[in-house]
T-cell receptor, first 110, second 113 residues
């Protein structure tokens, strides 16, 4: 069974800190992996897509790494801001099926 | 803004009724996927359509069905609603294959009483 876990479940930090969010998946036969953020009661916003042949992907203050063989991905957020407060979801992609983790709920305090 | 829209925003139905949720994808996006997200959980894959044909299905019963139309719109139909169907329903579109980057709509919040 394809399962995804995310650690920590929740995180509260002061503004300016660098953060690491972790994603683990049991089935390493992924096509790609996508990271999303979700604001309360809203849809998902795509942050980064990492193809299975890539090791990492960067967009602004965000950097995501992928270690397919060990079933892990990490999202690094530099110099966190209150606007980063949201739930962050990772989704390894198996064919047409995105399998989502439960998310990490991030709160950045001003 | 992803260009993916969903209607309605909120909906309240009674157990046993039927519901139709609608999604409008970006022009040129041939794939649409539907997800159910219960409160406090990640989205769960319901099914995917590619060029108007079902292209994969998650672990959902047949009372969940869908349609995709040539004008990049799609529908999710749920028959015989149950209380556990209360959730946020999300659609996502991608250009071609399902493993492409997906762009999500804002969702429809369904409450079954």
């Amino acid at each position: 069974k394809q399962e995804v876990t995310q650690i920590p479940a929740a995180l509260s930090v002061p503004e300016g800190e660098n953060l690491v969010l972790n994603c683990s998946f049991t089935d390493s036969a992924i096509y790609n992996l996508q990271w999303f953020r979700q604001d309360p009661g809203k849809g998902l916003t795509s942050l980064l897509l990492i193809q299975s042949s890539q090791r990492e992907q960067t967009s602004g203050r965000l950097n995501a790494s992928l270690d397919k063989s060990s079933g892990r991905s990490t999202l690094y957020i530099a110099a966190s801001q209150p606007g980063d407060s949201a739930t962050y979801l990772c989704a390894p992609i198996y064919g047409q099926n995105f399998v989502f983790g439960p998310g990490t709920r991030l709160s950045v305090l001003p | 803004e992803t260009g993916v829209t969903q209607s309605p925003t909120h909906l309240i139905k009674t157990r046993g009724q039927q519901v139709t949720l609608r999604c409008s994808s970006q022009s040129g996006h041939n794939t649409v996927s539907w997800y159910q997200q219960a409160l406090g959980q990640g989205p769960q894959f319901i099914f995917q359509y590619y060029r108007e044909e079902e292209n994969g299905r998650g672990n959902f019963p047949p009372r969940f069905s869908g349609l995709q139309f040539p004008n990049y719109s799609s529908e999710l139909n749920v028959n015989a609603l149950e209380l556990d169907d209360s959730a946020l329903y999300l659609c996502a579109s991608s250009i071609e294959a399902g493993w492409d980057e997906q762009y999500f709509g804002p969702g429809t919040r369904l409450t079954v009483t």
